[in-house]
């Protein structure tokens, strides 16, 4: 049974930084596990924030947060952390971590995870 943890979500002024963390386990054969970040804010639409594979660190960043957010993993811990700086207002959503087993999609949509998380959230004000 695979599991997926988030933590690390909060409240902060623009500008400000906080770090996700998630722990994914269960997988019984690695093989090509893809781990990500998605969010939702309110009366919006899911989106793919972040993703990375564990086979070449290669990442995919939504164009919202790219040179701001910073995906990372810790293949021997299971983990995919999320790095937020310089958040703004319109980064408030309910953030959830994903992974999937059969590799990264080139663009993530949330029909290509299997495994969720229950949602960490963030809140930037302004």
């Known amino acids: 049974q695979v599991q997926v943890v988030e933590s690390g979500g909060g409240s902060v002024q623009a500008g400000g930084s906080l770090r996700l963390s998630c722990v994914v386990s269960?997988?019984?054969?690695?093989?090509?596990?893809?781990m990500g970040w998605f969010r939702q804010a309110p009366e919006k639409e899911q989106e793919g924030v972040a993703i990375?594979?564990?086979?070449?660190?290669?990442?995919y960043y939504v164009d919202s947060v790219k040179g701001r957010f910073t995906i990372s993993q810790d293949t021997a811990k299971n983990t995919v952390y999320l790095q937020m700086n310089s958040l703004k207002p319109e980064d408030t959503a309910m953030y959830y971590c994903?992974?999937?087993?059969?590799?990264?999609?080139?663009?993530?949509?949330?029909?290509?995870?299997?495994?969720w998380g229950r949602g960490t959230q963030v809140t930037v004000s302004a």
């Open positions: 994903a992974s999937t087993p059969y590799g990264c999609p080139r663009i993530p949509g949330s029909a290509d995870f299997g495994f």
């Open positions: 990375i594979s564990d086979r070449d660190d290669n990442a």
């Open positions: 269960g997988y019984i054969h690695r093989t090509s596990i893809c």
